[in-house]
């Protein structure tokens, strides 16, 4: 009798054990599952709602991205039919994301809910029954997850150009310029970098002062010194995506005002040319808007966390409010000058390898002359004659000698600027330059009457440098 329980008993176990194994393996749990849910859906009533990638006026619908950012990291997407599998930011990084047309689960606080890629837009969709108590918290979720991500993961950047009068387009924003590449001052470069980086922690300090979390620079310097290498090289410092506004498509202010509503948080905004822009008088409607932008005003309402940069050829020949500069709505001043006998011997460094030539004291005599050139100017010769360091040192003395004369001046002032540092409301750097008139040991009227004839001259010595390359470099980057 007890055998015969022993036995039944084994048998079940095994029918048991089989029957398991059947459903697992052959995925009827799975179909039956997915079944029960199709019936779920007919009984329940579903409440469905929609993520468009753009809001109505075509700009980017940022909780798009953020639902986009929290689904493809959902473990269920893993475990659903299909899903496309690419390559990540590294060559042999392979990331899972959502297919056109995908379906995935998601559970919040007991519930189910399902989200559909569809053509640009994500289809929410979940029980009526639930959407009261969880929906909220649900999308709240998703914010904190997706902010978690962006933290962590570098971030993919954006290149945005306004198309028309008041749309922004975008492309992947790989601009290889760092820090590093840039030549200017050490000690400038690091104030400039840990200003970054305190501002990046500086949330909570903002708040306490009663500010707005943003910052801005301003950027001037002749043609070709380095000045939007280094908003990208901000950029890639940052992780920040870019806004190049290209003012002269825009005609109204209220047009400039929803283009820079339109920024998002985590971004530099870059105005370039700022001097032209204030120069044209029909743009005094537009520089209200910008000065309101620049007070943080504007941006108060929406994302913060921004840089705004300005950069401009020269400050001196502003014929403009003075308030339109001033700390608060510029906070960091950045001069970038042309080249001296050190920043050559930099350029020589990163563009040819070479720390020391036989030449460089032949070069260090003419920059004493006052011969000048834009880094712009010595790094096209240097790549040019790339495979000859002593080539490309021979041709920078002979293009700065032809400058010899003219630069005379020029290089008086481009070499003579310097950097003071104070501590800003915010703690930050603001560099100013030393000397009366911002023209460092040239003060006063002789100055004045130095910095017009520079200007001059700088025309001529920019024609010069077009004859070396046609590919200059002026205007690169826009
Ligand atoms: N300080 C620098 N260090 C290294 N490279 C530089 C520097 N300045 C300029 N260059 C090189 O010269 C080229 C032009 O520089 P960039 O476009 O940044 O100048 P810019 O100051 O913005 O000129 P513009 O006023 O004409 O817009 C770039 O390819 C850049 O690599
Ligand atoms: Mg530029």
């Known amino acids: ?272 040319d700022f001097d032209r822009f204030l120069m044209e008088k029909p743009r005094t409607e537009n520089l209200s808007v910008v000065m309101k932008f620049m007070d943080g005003i504007l941006n108060s309402c929406v994302a913060e966390e921004r840089l705004m940069v300005f950069t401009m050829n020269s400050k001196e020949h502003l014929h403009i409010d003075p308030a339109v500069l001033r700390p608060g709505r510029i906070d960091v001043h950045i001069h970038f000058p042309l080249c001296d006998f050190s920043g050559f011997k930099s350029l020589a460094s990163t563009y040819l390898g070479v720390k020391d030539h036989k030449l460089f004291a032949q070069v260090g005599e003419i920059f004493q002359t006052g011969a000048t050139l834009s880094p712009a100017e010595i790094g096209e010769l240097m790549i040019s004659n790339r495979n000859s360091p002593s080539r490309a040192i021979k041709s920078v003395i002979t293009a700065l000698q032809q400058t010899d004369g003219d630069a005379g001046v020029s290089g008086k002032i481009g070499r003579s600027k310097k950097f003071v540092e104070e501590v800003g409301e915010t703690g930050g750097v603001f560099c100013n330059e030393t000397g009366s008139g911002g023209g460092g040991g040239v003060g006063g009227h002789a100055g004045r009457e130095l910095r017009k004839l520079y200007g001059f001259l700088r025309m001529k010595s920019n024609r010069v440098s077009h004859s070396f390359d046609s590919g200059s470099g002026r205007r690169e980057g826009r």
């Not at 849910?37 to 809001?55: A, G, S």
């Not at 980017?60 to 899903?83: A, C, G, H, W």
């Not at 980086?197 to 620079?217: A, C, D, I, N």
């Open 1 to 272: 009798m007890i055998l015969q329980i022993l036995v039944g008993f084994v048998i079940i176990c095994a029918l048991v054990m089989i029957i398991r194994m059947l459903l697992f393996k052959t995925g009827l749990i799975y179909t039956v599952k997915k079944r029960w849910r199709c019936i779920e859906n007919i009984i329940h009533v579903q409440q469905v709602l929609k993520v468009p990638e753009f809001n109505e006026s075509m700009q980017e619908n940022q909780l798009y991205r953020k639902v986009s950012l929290y689904l493809n990291s959902l473990s269920t997407l893993e475990d659903s039919d299909f899903t496309n599998l690419v390559t990540g930011k590294k060559p042999n990084d392979i990331v899972l994301c959502l297919d056109p047309n995908q379906t995935i689960d998601d559970n919040f606080l007991g519930a189910r809910v399902t989200w559909t890629n569809s053509k640009n837009c994500f289809v929410l969709s979940l029980r009526k029954a639930d959407k009261r108590r969880i929906l909220r918290p649900y999308l709240q979720h998703i914010h904190t997850v997706s902010d978690e991500i962006e933290q962590l993961k570098p971030r993919d950047l954006k290149l945005y150009t306004n198309v028309s009068k008041d749309q922004w387009r975008s492309v992947p924003f790989t601009h290889p310029s760092t820090f590093e590449t840039i030549t200017m001052e050490e000690d400038l470069k690091t104030k400039v970098k840990s200003d970054l980086e305190s501002f990046l922690k500086g949330k909570q300090y903002y708040h306490r002062l009663g500010r707005v979390w943003r910052r801005s620079f301003l950027l001037y310097g002749p043609s070709g010194t380095g000045k939007s290498s280094f908003v990208a090289a901000m950029a890639n410092f940052l992780s920040y995506d870019v806004y190049d506004i290209d003012v002269s498509k825009v005609s109204k202010d209220s047009d400039l005002n929803s283009l820079l509503l339109a920024t998002t948080s985590r971004s530099i905004i870059v105005i370039e």
